[in-house]
C-alpha cells in the first residue's frame, strides 16, 4: 500500500452517516401547542439506504421511519394524530426533509426518552435525550392563617400539578435583601387523579425579627428538572395594626 491508497481508506471509514445534534427538549408545558424533535445529521454518497428512526424509551418498534429514498414514512400507534406530517425542516436537501417529530399539543403520557437513530449501510449513529412534559398549577394561593399578639401564619397552596412539585415559604427583609426559611409547621403533598397537590404552612413572630418596616413573605413552588418555577408575595408592614398587616401585594406569577 502506498500513502496515497491509505488516506482514501481513512476518507471511506469516516464518512459514514452522522449524528450532528439532536434538539430535544428537556422539559415542555403540559398542552403546549406544539414542540419540534430535531436530529440533525450528514451524510455520503455511501450512506446508501439511508433511514431515519426515532424511538421512545426502551420500545424495540420505532414510533417514526422515514426512508427518505423511498419517500416512505411509517408511524406508530402511539403518534397517530399527534404528528404534524406536513411539516419539512428548512433545508433543500431532500434527504433531511422528514427528519423531525413536529408533536402537537404535548401531554403528560408522551414524556419520556426519544432516542434518533439514522442508519446506512456505510454505518449508524444514534442519540436520546429525556423530555419530561409537565403540568403548571392550576390553582396558586399564598394567605395569612393566623394572627396572634405575636405570631403570625401563612399558608400556600398549589394545586394540580405533575410530576411531584416542591414547595418553600420563605421570609424577605426588602430593606437589607435579607431572606431567611419561614419555620415550617405542616406540610401536605396529596395525589388526585395522577396529579399533585401541595400545601405548606409556617410562621414566624415578629419580636425575633430585626426593626423593620416591610417584611415580605414568599412562597415559591416549582417542578424539579423542569424551567416550572411560580411564586407569589404577601407583605407586612411591622407596627401597623394587625388587621390591615396582612396585604396581599403584587403577586408574581413567572413561568418560563
Ligand atoms: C459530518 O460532519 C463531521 C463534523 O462536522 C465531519 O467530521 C464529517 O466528515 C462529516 N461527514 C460527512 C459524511 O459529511
Ligand atoms: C393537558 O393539556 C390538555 C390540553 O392540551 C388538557 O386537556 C389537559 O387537561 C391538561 N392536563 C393537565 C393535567 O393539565
Ligand atoms: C404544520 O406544519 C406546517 C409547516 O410548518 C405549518 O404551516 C402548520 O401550521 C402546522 N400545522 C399545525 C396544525 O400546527
Ligand atoms: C391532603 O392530605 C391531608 C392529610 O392527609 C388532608 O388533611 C387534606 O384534606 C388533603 N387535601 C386534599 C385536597 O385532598
Redesign the pocket.
Known sequence: LNVLTLSNLCLIV?????I?RLSVPHSVENGTDHVILDCEY???VS?LRLVVKWFYNENLEPIYQWIPKLNARHISEMLLGRLNLSYKVNSPDPYFQYRALYLLRPTLDIAGKYTCQVMSLAGHDQRHQVMMVYAPAKRFSLSQTEVSSSDVGVSCEAVGLYPRPEISLKLIFPQTSKQLLLQESKKYVNITRSLYSIWLSGWFREDDLPETNKIVVECEVSIPGTDYKVSKEISFYTGLTTSNRGEEINPTFTSS
Open positions: 469516516t464518512v459514514a452517516v452522522r450532528l450528514n451524510y455520503s450512506d
